[in-house]
């Protein structure tokens, strides 16, 4: 699976964006999701997960309440809403598909393939 993030942009503190995530390949309705997000200077780290069906999906604590990861397998389409957004949101995010058939170790990136080329959030104060 080829991916592609989307929706970034400059926002004030408070705001919100929708990052979009386009998928080409026939595996994506059956993978699992995530989004990781890498500040200047800082390692990657996960953001988000989400099962292949939509069923459960995770949440580091720094966004859980305040974004939400999901997708339209329909459109091949990964999204993360992201609202109350905090100038330590600023990052580069990237989605990635997971791996394994499991959703088990969803926070290490090292379980996801096929990234996409990432794109940038900068929250200003």
């Known amino acids: 699976v080829q991916l592609q993030a989307s929706g970034g942009g400059l926002v004030q503190a408070g705001g919100s964006l929708r990052l979009s995530c386009a998928a080409s390949?026939?595996?994506?309705?059956?993978?699992?999701m995530g989004w990781f997000r890498q500040a200047p200077g800082k390692e990657r780290e996960f953001v988000a997960a989400?099962?292949?069906?939509?069923?459960?999906?995770y949440y580091a604590a720094s966004v859980k309440g305040r974004f939400t990861i999901s997708r339209d397998n329909a459109k091949n389409m990964l999204f993360l809403q992201m609202n109350s957004l905090k100038p330590d949101d600023t990052a580069v995010y990237y989605c990635?598909?997971?791996?394994?058939?499991?959703?088990?170790?969803?926070?290490?990136?090292?379980?996801?393939?096929?990234w996409g080329q990432g794109t940038l959030v900068t929250v200003s104060s």
């Open positions: 990635a598909a997971y791996k394994g058939s499991v959703l088990l170790h969803y926070p290490d990136s090292t379980y996801y393939a096929h």
């Open positions: 390949g026939r595996t994506f309705s059956t993978s699992s």
């Open positions: 989400i099962r292949w069906n939509g069923g459960s999906s």
